[in-house]
């Protein structure tokens, strides 16, 4: 299971491992640095058959420090290496130092501009090594800095043939938010934008493509995955620098006493991760626990029904009006194949033909009023409700008091949403086993502040993020956020928070096509009805969602999602 850390906790588990005797700061640096010269060879197995030409960029801190250690590795393998500094080399902490003195036994240091660059490279460099900025990044970059940077994003490659790999992060990237930080808009930009209505932005050194290889260490970052994190990395490759299973084997009967303040300040070392990524590990464990039938929770509701049917719960999907059915039928359709016991489909009385035309194993029930739903779910073994696709905003804004006076696991999509946020109701009848799953844009009516403050240009470090938001928002609504994305974001209001993210090796870009949605909120429809949580129900089904589209490919349409469900549960050999 992997967590995704902070700048800050990343440097808290290193400033406690070393402040426990475990290991020096010299001895990461060298872990570091030899992770980033196996990465590359295993990246680039080519670049290992015979030695080559590196240009290494490093920085003022110990990033910096790094890249002097992967030049000298690469001298070693025989390799002619230019380095360059940014920076006074009397004022490189501590270790950086170390290594600079060490290099500089090995090779030149050049100070980094575009001239030195330049003349060092008259023939470009097989391999570019960006050790400019990691973790300690607070602000943007500037001047010839920005220059150079921009320079050597991927593409711009006078410098270096293609491969660029950044050490931690492409420089200049915040690893707390995934957003490149930008310079503050200048005074003509701030005209220009006051003219057109729009929000004045600085320049940033690159927002797409930068690196081709990004390794960092120990952790992923939450900037590796979340906003523009995954595009500017290239790939991302994490190496253990040994601090792992230190990590794990700390207990209280171990750790010295700084180590124990440190315990005890809770600043996320050794107490449960704080943001989880969403992966096939842990979802695969708890995928199976739920086929094998041993959920917990209904049971005390349905002792009678242990193995029937409605031992695997029972949800209701309110539909739309007649040809508006179909949104509603997807997601019916999804919480039946993730395994619902019963899937029941609340119809007008106007569009039962319709819907009916369309169903089978699915079940229908006329609902025609909120007095009529209210009535049906006297029937308490209707344990999960979906409302919103394709229903429409002013009956979402008719049937919501119901729906949330019902107080079931319930799922608040679409024009559930936008009823919401223009409802005098506010957030108070919402309940702890409510999900909403808003996109960016139901998301910036529902938390207008929140979302406009997200929308802020990132300016300095560690900028607003989208866990940032999402957090917020779950804790004003009272109720688990499921903030889409190819980033999707869940947070409850205690701040559990995952990050789910169709991005890298599990890009599935085709599924941004209509209905997609729908059939995600009947993922987490299904998942309540078998008893999942609120919270583990949005996870899985995000993740089950983008396993779907993957498993199905390019051509996808919505429909194909819930039918491919079977084909993903063989793969996972349950
Ligand atoms: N601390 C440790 O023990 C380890 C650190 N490691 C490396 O160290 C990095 C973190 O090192 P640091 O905390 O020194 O941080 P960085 O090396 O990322 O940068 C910090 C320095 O950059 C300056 N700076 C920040 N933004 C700037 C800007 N826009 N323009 C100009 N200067 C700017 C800061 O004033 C500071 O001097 C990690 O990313 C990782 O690469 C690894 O060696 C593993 C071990
Ligand atoms: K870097």
């Given at each position: 299971?992997?967590?995704?850390l ?13 402040a ?5 700061g ?9 992770g ?11 670049l290992?058959?015979s ?11 110990n990033n ?14 025989g ?7 940014y920076?006074?080399?009397?004022k ?10 060490r ?11 575009l001239?030195?660059l330049?003349e060092?490279?008259?023939?470009p ?12 990044l607070?602000r ?7 220059d ?12 270096f043939d293609?491969?660029?790999v950044?050490?931690d992060?492409p420089?200049?990237l915040?690893?707390?938010s995934?957003r490149?930080l ?6 003509a930009a701030?005209k ?11 320049p940033?050194p ?12 120990d ?7 979340l906003?523009?994190g ?13 601090l792992i299973n230190w ?11 700084k ?8 600043r996320g070392?050794?107490?449960r991760?704080?943001v989880?990524l969403?992966e096939r590990e842990?979802?695969?464990?708890d995928?199976r ?5 041993l959920?917990v929770g ?8 242990k193995s029937h049917?409605?031992a695997?719960?029972?949800a ?6 007649s ?6 039928r ?6 039946l ?7 029941t489909l609340?119809?007008?009385?106007e569009a039962?033909?319709?819907v009916a035309a ?6 229908l ?6 007095e009529?739903?209210s009535r ?14 394709g229903f429409?905003?002013v009956r979402?804004a ?8 019902a107080?079931?696991?319930t799922?608040?999509?679409?024009d ?6 223009e ?6 009848d ?9 996109h ?5 009516r529902?938390?207008p502040?929140?979302?406009a ?14 866990v940032d938001?999402?957090?917020e928002?779950?804790?004003r609504a009272g109720c ?7 980033d999707t974001v869940?947070a ?8 789910h993210?169709a991005t890298?090796e599990r890009?599935?870009?085709w599924?941004?096509t209509?209905g997609?949605?729908?059939?995600l909120?009947?993922?987490?429809t299904g998942?309540m009805?078998r008893g ?9 089904a995000?993740w089950l ?10 051509g996808?349409i919505?429909e194909?999602?819930?039918e491919e ?7 996972l050999?349950?």
């Amino acid at each position: 299971m992997s967590e995704l850390l902070t700048a800050a906790q990343m440097r808290a588990i290193e400033q406690a491992a070393i402040a426990s005797g475990e290991v020096t700061g010299l001895e990461l640096m060298e872990r570091a640095g030899r992770g980033v010269v196996e990465a590359v060879m295993e990246e680039w197995p080519e670049l290992a058959q015979s030695s080559y030409k590196a240009v290494v960029l490093c920085g003022p801190g110990n990033n910096g420090g790094d890249g002097f250690v992967v030049a000298r590795l690469l001298k070693q393998r025989g390799w002619e290496v230019e380095v360059f500094l940014y920076g006074d080399p009397d004022k490189l902490p501590p270790d950086a130092k170390a290594n600079y003195e060490r290099w500089c036994g090995m090779g030149e240091v050049r100070n980094l501009s575009l001239k030195s660059l330049k003349e060092a490279t008259p023939r470009p460099a097989d391999l570019c090594v960006d050790a400019l900025f990691g973790t300690g990044l607070t602000r943007p970059l500037e001047g010839e800095l920005f220059d150079i940077v921009s320079a050597i994003s991927t593409g711009n490659g006078d410098f270096f043939d293609q491969r660029l790999v950044s050490i931690d992060a492409p420089s200049g990237l915040c690893l707390d938010s995934g957003r490149v930080l930008r310079q503050p808009p200048s005074q003509a930009a701030m005209k220009l934008a006051e003219i057109s209505g729009q929000k004045a932005e600085g320049p940033a050194p690159f927002s797409d493509l930068f690196a081709r290889l990004t390794v960092a260490f120990d952790s992923p970052k939450l900037g590796h995955y979340l906003a523009d994190g995954s595009a500017v990395c290239g790939k991302l490759v994490v190496k253990d620098i040994g601090l792992i299973n230190w990590r794990c084997l700390q207990s209280p009967a171990k750790a010295n006493a700084k180590t124990l303040n440190f315990i005890a300040s809770g600043r996320g070392v050794l107490r449960r991760p704080e943001v989880r990524l969403v992966e096939r590990e842990n979802q695969v464990v708890d995928l199976r626990w739920f086929t094998s039938g041993l959920f917990v929770g209904l049971e005390k509701f349905f002792p009678s029904h242990k193995s029937h049917k409605y031992a695997h719960g029972h949800a209701l999907i309110l539909s739309g009006l007649s040809g508006r059915t179909g949104a509603a039928r997807l997601a019916a359709r999804a919480a039946l194949r993730v395994g619902a016991g019963l899937v029941t489909l609340g119809v007008p009385h106007e569009a039962v033909t319709e819907v009916a035309a369309h169903i089978t194993a699915v079940m229908l029930t006329e609902i025609d009023t909120p007095e009529i739903l209210s009535r049906v779910l006297t029937d308490e073994r209707l344990n999960a409700l979906c409302i919103g696709p394709g229903f429409g905003v002013v009956r979402a804004a008719e049937f919501l008091p119901d729906v949330l006076a019902a107080k079931r696991t319930t799922v608040l999509d679409a024009d559930a949403l936008t009823a919401l946020s223009e409802s005098e109701m506010g957030f108070a009848d919402l309940h702890d086993k409510c999900v909403l799953t808003p996109h960016a844009g139901e998301f910036k009516r529902l938390f207008p502040d929140i979302a406009a403050r997200l929308a802020e240009p990132p300016v300095k470090g560690p900028a607003y993020s989208k866990v940032d938001a999402t957090r917020e928002a779950a804790k004003r609504a009272g109720c688990v956020v499921l903030f889409k994305g190819p980033d999707t974001v869940i947070a409850s209001p205690n701040g559990r928070c995952s990050v789910h993210a169709a991005t890298y090796e599990r890009a599935a870009p085709w599924l941004a096509t209509a209905g997609s949605g729908d059939v995600l909120s009947g993922l987490i429809t299904g998942l309540m009805a078998r008893g999942f949580a609120p919270h583990h129900a949005a996870e899985t089904a995000a993740w089950l969602h983008t396993e779907a589209a993957r498993s199905f490919g390019p051509g996808l349409i919505a429909e194909d999602l819930p039918e491919e469900l079977p084909k993903v549960f063989r793969a996972l050999g349950i």
